[in-house]
């Protein structure tokens, strides 16, 4: 976390009460929600997701992550 000072606690109000694995359900509303926003913003999401997972795969990209979210 780049500034643990300024954060005390979170709220979420309309988080998943009970952890699973595969949620389905969840992503749905998740999903719908985003593209009242944007009709962009899930393509968006699933490409950068996409290029986080290719660069996991190498050292050098996880170094880049780390750099990226230090």
Not at 36 to 61: D, F, H, L, P, V
């Amino acid at each position: 976390m780049k500034y643990p000072h300024l954060i005390y606690g979170a709220l979420s109000a309309s988080s998943p009460m009970t952890a699973l694995t595969d949620f389905r359900e969840y992503l749905v509303v998740v999903r719908n929600s985003l593209a009242t926003y944007n009709e962009q913003c899930n393509e968006a999401i699933s490409n950068g997701t996409k290029i986080i997972q290719n660069m996991i795969a190498s050292a050098a990209g996880r170094a880049d992550l780390k750099k990226a979210f230090q």
